[in-house]
Nanobody, 121 residues
Framework: QVQLVESGGGLVQPGGSLRLSCAAP????????MGWYRQAPGKQRELVAG???????NYVDGVKGRFTISRDNSKNTVYLQMNGLKPEDTAVYYC???????????????WGQGTLVTVSS
């Protein structure tokens, strides 16, 4: 079973920055797409940003220009640099990996456990 290990959440003041990390340890050949979703209280989970194995990125409109997604394929790790944070960015952030190929299995989709980001003064 592939697990995604997230880190970097916490409490930050409006205008501040945080960097989220998500690693997929183990014998993994490749991961097609990695991304970050978030779910605020009372709202549906939404895609924040995604990145392909070739480095093509996409962002939800509300974070463009503030958030940057990147990945290190050699470490099977994805990052989300969040600048200019706003109270409306408060949510649990989930790492996601699609088409994860290991030595014994191909997983169509894997989720992290989630990390809480709170933006408040």
């Amino acid at each position: 079973q592939v697990q995604l290990v997230e880190s970097g959440g916490g409490l930050v003041q409006p205008g501040g920055s945080l960097r989220l990390s998500c690693a997929a340890p183990g014998s993994i050949f490749r991961i097609k797409t990695m991304g970050w979703y978030r779910q605020a209280p009372g709202k549906q989970r939404e895609l924040v940003a995604g990145i392909s194995s070739g480095g093509i990125t996409n962002y939800v409109d509300g974070v463009k220009g503030r958030f940057t997604i990147s990945r290190d394929n050699s470490k099977n790790t994805v990052y989300l640099q969040m600048n200019g944070l706003k109270p409306e960015d408060t949510a649990v952030y989930y790492c996601n990996a699609q088409e994860v190929v290991t030595t014994i299995h191909k997983y169509l989709q894997v989720w992290g456990q989630g990390t809480l980001v709170t933006v408040s003064s």
